[in-house]
């Protein structure tokens, strides 16, 4: 069974910092791998695409990199808006599914 | 702007059943695939269901295979979801959303809508 482990679990940073979340899938992906970021009492979005896509109207800031089994998606200078829950989601073999997340928090 | 509105949650007892809907709107609805995404109090996502643009296709998770039905109506802009046999871990924000493929399964979710809670209890 192929899982997605999402680290750290927590990242506690400021704003205007750079954030670096990890995901590595336990067998090869390829680049199909999504990353969508969820605020509290919020549904998901979509920021990135097949590894390294930005969805429509995602801002520069996020970006992603990496193939076969490691991830990266990078903020590369938090916004107060940033802070939130982010979750990577394999889409290499079916069912899709998710990771466990990071949360990026206010240090 | 796409605009996903779900409806039909609520707390129902187990082994019951519900219905949910998700309202489609601002995109060609019969162009794309939907889903359905669920979501525990305090947990991850899990996905649940998945339906073909034009409805040839469905596809579940092991967990609600044999209990739940993924549906359309292209005509009324509507996805549903049947459930049926609940259980208490069944309980979780239910989110519809949209494949970001037209007329094929990518199951990459760009649109979500708010979710409808569900919840199991007696």
């Known amino acids: 069974e192929n899982v997605l482990t999402q680290s750290p679990a927590t990242l506690s940073l400021s704003p205007g910092e750079r954030a670096t979340l990890s995901c590595r899938a336990s067998?090869?992906?390829?680049?199909?791998l999504a990353w969508y970021q969820q605020k509290p009492g919020q549904a998901p979005r979509l920021l990135i695409y097949?590894?390294?896509n930005r969805a429509t109207g995602i801002p520069a800031r996020f970006s992603g990199s990496g193939s076969g089994t490691d991830f990266t998606l990078t903020i590369s200078s938090l916004e107060p808006e940033d802070f939130a829950v982010y979750y990577c989601?394999?889409?290499?073999?079916?069912?899709?599914?998710f990771g466990g997340g990071t949360k990026v928090e206010i240090k | 702007q796409v605009h996903l509105v779900e409806s039909g949650g609520g707390v129902v007892q187990p082994g019951r059943s519900l219905r949910l809907s998700c309202a489609a709107s601002?995109?060609?609805?019969?162009?794309?695939?939907m889903h359905w995404v669920r979501q525990a109090p305090g947990k991850g996502l899990e996905w649940v269901a998945s339906?073909?643009?034009?409805?040839?296709?469905?596809e579940y998770a092991d967990s609600v295979k044999g209990r739940f039905i993924i549906s359309r109506d292209n005509n009324q802009n509507t996805l549903h979801l049947e459930m049926n046999s609940l259980r208490a871990e069944d309980t979780a924000v239910y989110y519809c959303?949209?494949?970001?493929?037209?007329?094929?399964?990518?199951?990459?979710?760009?649109?979500w809508g708010q979710g409808t809670l569900v919840t199991v209890s007696s």
């Open positions: 959303a949209r494949d970001r493929a037209r007329h094929l399964v990518s199951s990459i979710f760009d649109y």
């Open positions: 601002a995109f060609i609805f019969s162009d794309f695939g």
């Open positions: 339906i073909a643009y034009d409805g040839t296709n469905e």
């Open positions: 067998r090869s992906i390829s680049t199909y």
């Open positions: 097949d590894a390294s």
């Open positions: 989601q394999q889409r290499s073999s079916w069912p899709p599914f």
